[in-house]
């Protein structure tokens, strides 16, 4: 039997972080640059959106973890709620 602990865990989930990102090569070399730290996680951007916006889905996200990578790369990176 599942427990309630165990049915958390496995759920997806998705964050929205609004960036700086303007460009196509930027947006490739920072999806690629977190896809090796967090290999699990499903990573997007929206540049067409006015907020640059950043989809990342995976189980048991790290989103402080994300921004500060976001950051030592040179880009803003705030979660959106």
């Not at 640059?33 to 995976?58: A, H, M, S, T, W």
């Amino acid at each position: 039997m599942i427990t309630l602990k165990e049915l958390k865990e496995n759920v997806m989930i998705v964050e929205i972080f609004k960036t700086n990102v303007q460009k196509e090569s930027e947006r490739d070399y920072v999806v690629a640059i977190i896809q090796i730290q967090f290999p699990d996680y499903k990573i997007n951007f929206d540049l067409e959106d006015c907020d640059k916006i950043l989809r990342v889905e995976g189980m048991d996200l790290q989103c402080d973890n994300i921004m500060d990578y976001m950051h030592c790369l040179g880009y803003t990176c705030i979660r959106l709620d």
